[in-house]
């Protein structure tokens, strides 16, 4: 049922002029990809730098709050961008895209990584400033870290994955997989 529903929508979306419009064009869907991309890699690459501050490291001897505060706003304005991009993406292929198991757990995984974002934050900021200078965050904001680095790796792959999807609904035979990806018995629409 969840999965009709889901079909259903993506068919709505795909009959939509814009989306045509944007999958067939023959630069347009090359900009949007390439700018996702380009934005996935500034914005995790400050992500990442965050991460790895609290780890120890990088950056040591540099206070884990000044790092934040220059990174915080243009890494804010690349995640937004970036997923702006990501919808369009979506939305110039919507059948295929919600029929993807690898879009399915990046989605997941990114739901899992705003959790731990917001936890993370929380954390920080309950944790004070003691521990600022040291080369390494407390514990429990080494953990957030990890989890980050070790999600937003998951993503990346995951959306790469996407791109080269061997579990197409066409080619399945119809079982876990098949169900996880979202496919739907006796569709005639790929």
């Known amino acids: 049922m969840f999965n009709q529903l889901i079909h259903n929508i993506a068919i709505w979306l795909d009959d939509t002029r814009w989306s045509t419009m944007l999958h067939e064009s023959y630069y347009m869907y090359n900009w949007v990809e390439s700018t996702h991309v380009l934005t996935l890699m500034v914005s995790l690459g400050m992500l990442f730098l965050i991460d790895l501050r609290m780890l120890g490291l990088a950056l040591p001897d ?31 292929v919507p059948v295929r895209s919600s029929q993807s198991i690898w879009m399915r757990i990046k989605l997941i995984l990114m739901l899992g990584l705003l959790i731990n974002a917001v936890l993370f934050h929380r954390r920080m900021s309950k944790a004070g400033s003691g521990w600022d200078a040291q080369p390494r965050a407390p514990r429990n904001l080494r953990l957030g870290a990890m989890f980050s680095l070790a999600g937003w790796s998951a993503v990346v792959t ?3 994955f996407i791109a080269y999807d061997w579990f197409d609904c066409q080619y399945m035979n119809p079982g876990l997989i098949s169900s996880l990806a979202g496919c739907i018995e006796g569709q005639a629409r790929f």
Do not use: D, E, H, Q
């Open 62 to 92: 540099v206070p884990a709050s000044r790092i934040a505060r220059r990174l915080n706003l243009p890494m804010l304005v690349g995640f937004t961008v970036m997923v702006v991009t990501g919808l369009l993406l979506f939305y110039a």
């Open 158 to 160: 995951c959306g790469r």
